[in-house]
């Protein structure tokens, strides 16, 4: 059975970033700064990890206030958060990985969803529901780049969103592969920059993000 949610490649190439910001938001009042920071940067795409207990309301936050903010959730790992992620007002979901729960949940769900895939049966399985675009998690430990260059070769229609133990200094090499269409990261929001309100600095690391990518 294939998957009745919206693509989420074709989601994403409707304003394709070369970085979406995985952010983990602890205090609500940060929300919104940190999301008009990273727009104004260039970064529309933000993630908001369900692993606090102020998600899905700094998802309803940055919605209100940031209308730019294309606004998602990640971190989904049971059914129900679908549902509650689009009452919240996301706009999309991503999960570390997939399972059987999972994969029904999004083809109920009307979020486009970014599965998670750590092995090339899990890619397979995932294109066989019809998924162009997978999550690459936890990246590094997946073989990274690596990874990648090898499965282009027997599955060359399956994109990729690498995340996890991904820096700035490596992001420009994940981008200069063909099968990459950006990558995942919480170095633009580190907990120090984000406890000492450093806004600035926030957007600078987003207009820099902005620039990794030649094929932009």
Known sequence: MHHETPDFLEFFEQAPVPVIPVLVIEHLNDAVPIAKALVAGGLRILEITLRTPNALAAVSLIRAAVPAAIVGVGSVIDAKQFSAAADAGALFSVSPGMTAKLLAGAAMSRLPWLPGAQTVSEVLALREQGYRMV????????????????????????????TGGISATVARDYLALPNVMCVGGSWLTTPSVIAERRWDEIEALAREANFLAGKR
Do not use: T
């Open 135 to 162: 999550k690459l998690f936890p990246s590094h430990s997946a073989g990274g780049i690596n990874f990648l260059r090898a499965i282009m070769g027997p599955v060359p229609d399956m994109k990729f969103c690498p």
